[in-house]
């Protein structure tokens, strides 16, 4: 194979102050980083724009979950362009297809890794943003042993996307009791992360109660496959309504809208022994007890997740809304975040 160029310094996004007053700056001599033992140097081509990239650079989270490095993103999407020692090119070659997610190392030791499918919450995890360099750059480094490998049928823009959101609510379901036939109700369903739940939802056979407000939204998601649309600024009683079109509730409630009536909402739609999905939970307990409610957390996936979510989207038949920006565009992507503008999900080319 003819070795690849590999420039010394490259373009990336650079916070040096993270806080309420954040400036993200594009440099173009950013230094290119060296893959070490067991490590891969990924030629970047996307990278998906998470509100969680957003609440890093704002600061907004625990004192444990804060921006440590220069260059926020952690939906990266690219090729292989160099092994580092001891990376055996039989298993992993130059040119492979991968991605970079939140969560870029495992120990393989602690109590989590053993427990199947849980590895994603390692006790000495490596977190891309928080303890590495992030996506939004040209290039990034991986560990070998945690590729995500990218199917070459899936389109570019949907990869980011999918690789921490898309892939938090794929798994959030797969770790469900809902069958084929049971109702889930989305609030929420019209944003980025709503439609691909959507998307998920139905490839599982579930029928969806999409709940929003607004005529885009709800030709979105009766175009992804909700069987009905509820907006909550039109509807007398949304309660009802739902009930109505379930019978006796969903079966199951993910509450991807972080407000207080959504909340409150999700309680009071949901059957005997429902599933809930919460970022937060301002709930009265009473609301639970006599429903016997189960909720549940989940915090994005591992390889194997990921790789499910990336093989389920292969056969999308209509894509989630993607909007394509270049890096220069960053601080609008994140003004229309805050403003509740974004039409679905953000991804900058890293050209």
Not at 125 to 143: E, K, N, P, S, W
Not at 198 to 222: F, H, P, Q, W
Request: charged share 20%.
């Amino acid at each position: 194979m003819i070795p690849i160029s590999i420039p010394k310094v490259q373009k990336a996004l650079v916070c040096q102050n993270p806080g309420p007053d954040y400036e993200l700056k594009v440099l173009s001599d950013y230094p290119v980083p060296e893959p070490g033992t067991g490590e891969v140097l990924v030629r970047l081509s996307s990278s998906g724009i998470c509100h969680s990239d957003l609440s890093y650079l704002k600061n907004e989270w625990a004192p444990e979950l804060t921006l440590n490095v220069k260059v926020p993103g952690h939906e990266g999407s690219g090729r292989i362009v160099k092994l580092g020692p001891d990376v055996n090119e039989k298993v992993i070659a130059v040119g492979t297809r991968v991605g970079s997610p939140y969560v870029r190392q495992i120990c393989h030791n602690c109590e989590n890794c053993f427990i199947p499918g849980m590895d994603v919450y390692c006790d000495n995890g490596v977190y891309c943003i928080h303890d590495m360099d992030g996506t939004f750059a040209q290039y990034c480094i991986l560990r070998a042993d945690y590729i995500c490998r990218v199917p070459e049928a899936l389109d570019e823009k949907c990869v980011g996307p999918i690789l921490c959101g898309g892939t938090t609510v794929y798994k959030s379901l797969k770790q469900s009791n809902l069958y084929a036939g049971h109702w889930l109700a989305i609030i929420g369903a019209g944003g980025g992360l709503g439609q691909m739940a959507i998307l998920y939802a139905r490839s599982r056979g579930l029928r969806v109660v999409a709940i929003d407000t607004g005529a885009d939204k709800r030709e979105t998601c009766t175009r992804l496959g909700a069987e009905t649309f509820i907006d909550f600024k039109e509807s007398k009683d949304v309660v009802a309504e739902v009930i109505a079109v379930s019978g006796r509730g969903c079966h199951g409630v993910q509450v991807i809208a972080p407000t207080r009536s959504a909340y409150n909402l999700s309680v009071k739609i949901v059957r005997f022994m429902a599933i809930l999905w919460l970022w937060v939970l301002p709930i009265r307990p009473m609301g639970l007890v006599f429903k016997n409610v189960k909720v549940i957390g989940s915090l994005v996936g591992n390889q194997q997740d990921i790789s499910e979510a990336l093989d389920l989207a292969t056969r999308w038949n209509s894509p989630p809304n993607i909007e394509m920006y270049t890096m220069e565009e960053v601080s609008t992507i994140f003004e229309k975040m805050e403003t509740g503008q974004l039409n679905g999900r953000a991804v900058i080319m890293l050209d």
